[in-house]
């Protein structure tokens, strides 16, 4: 900073504005993550924190450019920038809903680019002032940086853990308002002992009447999708809505109409040639989460003759083909599976909803009209996620049903294509096939897609899972592919299918005009007899992943059909870069609905990230006089450009590894909102008290922060799996207080290197201090969404490796330029 300037004492009322700041700011961001998966499809977890890191990155660079007129007034800047925070909370995300993005246009319509910049300029905004509120504080705080850097990141902590229980009481936008009302309350007892402050109390009436006029005019609600289910559904002349829940795991509406008739891969045959009783289908309700996901409640009165449609799906396979009487259903939700597993007779079922919303729904307003299906004898319901009961529960089962866990239209369109899965991995289905008696299989249905994407994937996963268990020998007699107009199911076995089996099996799907795609010694002519497409697509791509030709059809196929992990549980993401030439030349006119949504959404973030970061936190400093001349008359160019790598290279760096951890913790932790809340809190506090404990140590510790993390990587890559099983055993409290330290031990190593860094060019290279803050805002603001590519691309451990060798090359850069400074210098 240039001259002298008048700066206000910061005292423990600062500390206190600064813990409400950061909490509401963080719990604001965790709370946009649940509205973007209402009015879109995902989380967007990377957009949010990327948007987050532009806001405060913008901040710090305005703050550099307006440091005297700041500090002679900050608590009058420090009043202005809280009543303007706790505005924007509602009305940023307000004005964003009106812009209308539509992500499905941006392949079609050049104008969505602009929609999509400027979504998330606005929704950077928030942050913008709290970033600026923030950075006022900590820059004057002098001695007094330790314990506000203390206020400040316990407030993180506790909005990041605390917003997660506040998503219980009701809708998640009614709490922005609240957000809004805990940052004005620090600002108000910030205030009380301050001249200005009483001078501008007008601040706070006018800013809380700002942000109920906002709730109340332009209220924040998200708008929906027209794509998504419900939006569709309301459209029904005499739809209604039924009842509506909120909950941390989503918005569920239950939803009523004469004209709901959802019965996924029903056959056409149905209700014709003397099946079924002329097509009818029982009364319905709808379910939603967050809009989508649409599953259905059936009026069941007890009478096995209403079920008689289900029979007609392809889901039904299983029970014609073998004796099930212990039965497993992974997502419950209104019931269809276990109301098919009734209809046959099972004697034992075990339901599992991880949603404890529908549960409660189906257990209460609804449990009639179900015919208390879940109080059935036969039926046991369990509000569990699904590998974390198979990893506790002795139990064996003839039958484990997988069917439909994604919206049909959201998986049509790819919009699921950046979200993790952790169900549809082979070491999922390796803990599934583990739960199976010596004669029981696995059944997993699907959409179908053309060209055939999410069956042949299922497929191939499968048959990893099957040599990973130690069915290396002729796997492929274990496996059979069927397929209606719009599903498909695929049967795994522990046993090898016997002959009279296939032959129960063709019974099945001759009188149902489903076709097979695969079982083992299947000749092309029975295949695509039915639903006949041009070419028999999925016998094709079945019959060359069960030969030995599986490798070639994996590298030559036009998508990505190749098992998913625990280490890239992207199930729903099979665009190709490499083969996109190819595609488009393939398919021409059809090639654009082919490219993923969500893909399209991460590239277009990822380019937004990089000219938004370039503009807001880079371009003020090129065009700050005193800046430039002040760096090029006191750094050689050398000192210039190892010092801006190695900030560039940290921010990137940390980055990756937090974008990594994200979806890494959701198997631990069940859900992408616990994830985020436990990992974010757990980064920003233990990174927090890293920067801290740095001003005891030398230069020359970098490396122990460097080494610590390196091995961190290596040792979380070997004990990884063996950990998350045992974890997974445990209550909730443990899994989240091993993620807490886990992600806490490495964060506190990644807190070190920039302190250090800023410390060292500090004492040495004044004039690059802002430059070092604007670089390291930048690559950060890039890296959240570049972590999201790689993770996407290369897998998550080798995305945490990536980040480690960053982490290297910067410190290697930083040593070479401390030897050499001397001699480089003029």
Not at 470 to 489: C, D, F, K, Y
Not at 536 to 543: E, I, N, P, R, T
Not at 546 to 574: E, I
């Amino acid at each position: 900073m240039e001259g002298k300037t008048k700066k206000t004492p910061v005292t423990s009322r600062h500390a206190v504005l600064l813990f409400f700041t950061s909490a509401s700011v963080l719990a604001y961001e965790i709370l946009l993550m649940r509205l973007l998966s209402i009015s879109l499809w995902t989380h967007f977890a990377y957009m949010v924190i990327s948007l987050a890191l532009l806001g405060f990155g913008a901040a710090g660079s305005l703050l550099f450019l307006l440091s005297r007129r700041v500090y002679d007034h900050m608590d009058a800047w420090l009043i202005l920038l809280a009543g303007a925070a706790s505005v924007s909370f509602p009305l940023a995300f307000s004005v964003s809903q009106q812009i209308g993005l539509d992500p499905l246009q941006l392949v079609w319509q050049k104008k969505e680019w602009a929609g999509m910049a400027a979504t998330y300029l606005v929704l950077a905004v928030p942050f913008l002032f709290s970033g600026g509120l923030v950075g006022i504080i900590l820059s004057a705080a002098g001695r007094e940086v330790p314990r506000l850097y203390a206020a400040d990141l316990l407030g993180a902590g506790f909005g990041c853990m605390g917003i997660v229980p506040a998503l219980t009481l009701g809708p998640p936008w009614v709490l922005i308002p609240l957000l809004s009302g805990v940052l004005l309350a620090g600002a108000g007892w910030c205030s009380m002992a301050t001249a200005w402050g009483r001078k501008g109390v007008l601040v706070f009436p006018v800013s809380g009447t700002l942000v109920l006029a906002c709730y109340v005019l332009l209220p924040p609600v998200p708008q929906m999708h027209h794509t998504k289910a419900l939006p569709m559904t309301m459209a029904f002349p005499d739809a209604r809505v039924e009842a509506e829940t909120a909950g941390p795991l989503g918005l569920i509406h239950v939803v009523g109409s004469g004209l709901i008739r959802e019965v996924p891969g029903l056959s056409l045959n149905y209700g014709s040639g003397g099946t079924g009783k002329e097509g009818a289908l029982p009364q319905q309700k709808a379910v939603f989460s967050d809009g989508d996901s649409l599953s259905t409640i059936t009026r069941f009165t007890g009478n096995p003759a209403d079920l008689e449609h289900l029979d007609f799906t392809t889901m039904a396979l299983p029970y014609h083909v073998r004796q099930a009487d212990h039965v497993l259903i992974l997502g419950a939700g209104g019931g269809a599976d276990v109301l098919l597993a009734l209809s046959h007779k099972v004697p034992r079922i075990v339901a599992l909803e991880a949603n404890p919303q529908i549960a409660e729904l189906m257990s209460g307003p609804f449990a009639e009209f179900s015919g208390h299906l879940y109080s059935r004898p036969e039926v046991r319901l369990l509000v569990r996620e699904a590998r974390q009961f198979l990893h506790e529960t002795e139990e064996r089962f003839d039958l484990i049903q997988l069917s439909l866990l994604d919206a049909r239209g959201s998986s049509a369109a790819g919009h699921y294509s950046a979200a993790e899965s952790y169900l549809y991995t082979t070491e999922a289905f390796g803990l599934y096939l583990s739960r199976l008696t010596d004669w029981g299989f696995l059944a997993v249905t699907c959409w179908l897609k053309l060209p055939p994407r999410d069956s042949l994937r299922v497929f191939s996963t499968a048959l990893s899972a099957l040599r990973q268990a130690g069915i290396s020998q002729r796997p492929e007699e274990h496996l059979v592919l069927i397929r209606s107009w719009n599903t498909a199911t695929l049967l795994v076995s522990k046993s090898p299918f016997a002959p009279e089996e296939i032959e129960r099996l063709t019974a099945f799907t001759d009188s149902r005009h489903f076709d097979v795609d695969y079982y083992f010694g299947i000749k092309e002519h029975r295949a695509n007899r039915y639903d006949v497409h041009k070419e028999a697509y999925s016998f094709k791509g079945a019959v060359a992943l069960a030969g030995l030709k599986a490798k070639a059809f994996l590298r030559d196929y036009l998508f990505n059909v190749s098992p998913t992990t625990d280490d890239r549980p992207y199930f729903s993401q099979f665009f190709r870069w490499d083969k996109a030439a190819s595609l488009y030349q393939q398919l021409r006119r059809e090639f654009l609905p082919l490219v993923e949504t969500g893909t399209i959404l991460v590239v277009a973030t990822l380019v937004q990230a990089v000219l938004g970061g370039a503009a807001v936190i880079l371009l003020p400093l090129l065009f700050l006089r005193r800046a430039r001349s002040r760096v090029a008359g006191a750094v050689s160019p050398w000192t210039m450009a190892a010092m801006l790598f190695y900030f560039g290279a940290i921010g990137v760096a940390f980055m990756l590894l937090e974008m990594s951890l994200l979806p890494k913790y959701i198997l631990l932790l069940s859900h992408p909102i616990y994830s985020t809340a436990a990992v974010l809190g757990a980064v920003l506090v233990f990174a927090g008290w890293g920067s801290f404990t740095v001003r005891r140590v030398g230069s020359g510790y970098l490396w122990f922060a460097v080494i610590g993390v390196c091995l961190w990587v290596l040792v979380q890559a070997f004990v990884e799996e063996s950990l998350f099983a045992w974890a997974l055993r445990r209550p909730f409290a443990v899994r989240l207080v091993l993620t807490v330290a886990m992600v806490g031990t490495l964060s506190f190593f990644l807190g070190w290197p920039f302190p250090i860094g800023l410390r060292e060019i500090s004492g040495r290279f004044l004039p690059l201090v802002p430059w070092a803050w604007g670089i390291n805002a930048c690559a950060s603001v890039i890296g959240a969404v570049l972590g999201k590519v790689l993770t996407m691309s290369l897998g998550l451990r080798m995305t945490m490796m990536l980040a480690a060798l960053l982490y290297v090359f910067a410190a290697v850069v930083l040593r070479f330029q401390q030897q050499g400074a001397e001699g480089l210098e003029p």
